[in-house]
């Protein structure tokens, strides 16, 4: 069939359905492509609500990437159209929803499963990164499930450059690296700290420099106080993973292929992904 980037789409092309969730320019719904029976997840954004943000341009850049992504672990943005006060982005349905409402059912999750999940992202930040393209946000919130229990990052907070976006909103500090929170220059291991803090997450339910206090969060990631609770047990093999990662020194961090490499990985992770 034609190229779904060149047709025009608009809303009569799609049967709208359940809603999926609220982001915070607006809603998402499940719907129906008329002429293909292909089920996706139609974001809706409210353009006053873009502009009131100032976050038209960065929007229309995210999308300009993400459209031209493609990945087993990276969902798809397979086009997008607006009319008077909304846009719509046509992206791929994760039909198990948001991997964090998964990691709060399980509390946390074992190693074989954390293992796997983490070989799927270093998988898909090789490929980004291969393009010049860093995550810079990588949390639970962004990451979806796949039919087949794959995971998605599902993110419009891709950069083609670095820059310092700082998180004075209420966004949480808990994935950020020393360099972010010290707002200096950072590149694509940023990424390698923040699947590090994931790993940690996924294995104990909570991320590593959790804290009351914003001003806390903020001591114990610039001193990476990395500390592993008693429970649960966890293979000194992951410790030694994590502690590889969650590095000051952003030169010093494991490099993503030696994190596929790593013996956890190797013994944990399923190949299928
Ligand atoms: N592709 C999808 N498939 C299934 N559910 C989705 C999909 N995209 C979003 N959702 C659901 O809708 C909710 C809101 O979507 P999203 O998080 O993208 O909005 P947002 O928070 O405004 O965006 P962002 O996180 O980029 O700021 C998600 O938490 C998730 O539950
Ligand atoms: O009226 C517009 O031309 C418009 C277009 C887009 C847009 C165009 C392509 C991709 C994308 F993600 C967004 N975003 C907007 C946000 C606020 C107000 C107006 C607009
Ligand atoms: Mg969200």
């Given at each position: 069939g034609e190229n779904n980037q060149t047709r025009r789409w608009t809303l009569a092309d799609f049967d709208v359905g359940k809603p999926l969730g609220r982001g915070k320019f607006g809603h998402v719904y499940a719907a129906r492509e008329k002429r293909s029976?292909?089920?996706?997840?139609?974001?809706?954004?409210?353009?006053?609500?873009?502009?009131?943000?100032?976050?038209?341009?960065?929007?229309r850049r995210e999308v300009e990437i993400q459209s031209h992504l493609r990945h087993p672990n990276?969902?798809?943005?397979y086009g997008y159209f607006?009319?008077?006060?909304?846009?719509?982005?046509?992206?791929?349905?994760?039909?198990?929803?948001?991997?964090?409402?998964?990691?709060?059912?399980?509390?946390y999750f074992s190693e074989r499963r954390a293992a796997t999940y983490v070989a799927s992202l270093a998988r898909a930040l090789i490929y980004c990164h291969g393009k010049h393209v860093?995550?810079?946000?990588?949390?639970?919130?962004?990451?979806?499930?796949?039919?087949?229990?794959?995971?998605?990052?599902?993110?419009?907070?891709?950069s083609v450059h670095t820059f310092n976006r700082r998180r004075t909103m209420c966004g949480t500090l808990d994935y950020?690296?020393?360099?972010?929170?010290?707002?200096?220059?950072?590149?694509?291991?940023?990424?390698?700290?923040?699947?590090?803090?994931?790993?940690?997450?996924?294995?104990?339910?909570?991320?590593?420099?959790?804290?009351m206090e914003h001003?806390?969060?903020?001591?114990?990631?610039?001193?990476?106080?990395?500390?592993?609770?008693?429970?649960?047990?966890?293979?000194?093999?992951a410790k030694d993973l994590i502690s590889q990662m969650?590095?000051?020194?952003?030169?010093?961090r494991l490099p993503l292929h030696k994190v596929l490499e790593h013996p956890w990985i190797i013994q944990n992770a399923d190949p299928s992904g």
């Open positions: 029976n292909h089920v996706v997840a139609l974001k809706v954004l409210f353009k006053n609500q873009l502009q009131q943000s100032q976050v038209e341009h960065q929007l990276i969902l798809r943005l607006y009319d008077q006060k909304r846009v719509y982005l046509i992206l791929e349905y994760a039909a198990k929803g948001e991997l964090y409402k998964e990691l709060q059912r399980c509390k860093i995550h810079r946000d990588i949390k639970p919130e962004n990451l979806l499930i796949g039919a087949q229990g794959e995971l998605k990052i599902a993110d419009f907070g891709w950020l690296p020393p360099e972010m929170v010290e707002s200096v220059e950072h590149d694509a291991s940023v990424d390698i700290w923040s699947l590090g803090v994931l790993c940690y997450e996924f294995l104990y339910g909570v991320p590593p420099f959790e804290a001003s806390d969060t903020y001591r114990r990631i610039v001193q990476v106080d990395l500390k592993f609770p008693p429970k649960p047990i966890i293979s000194a093999s969650l590095v000051k020194d952003s030169f010093k």
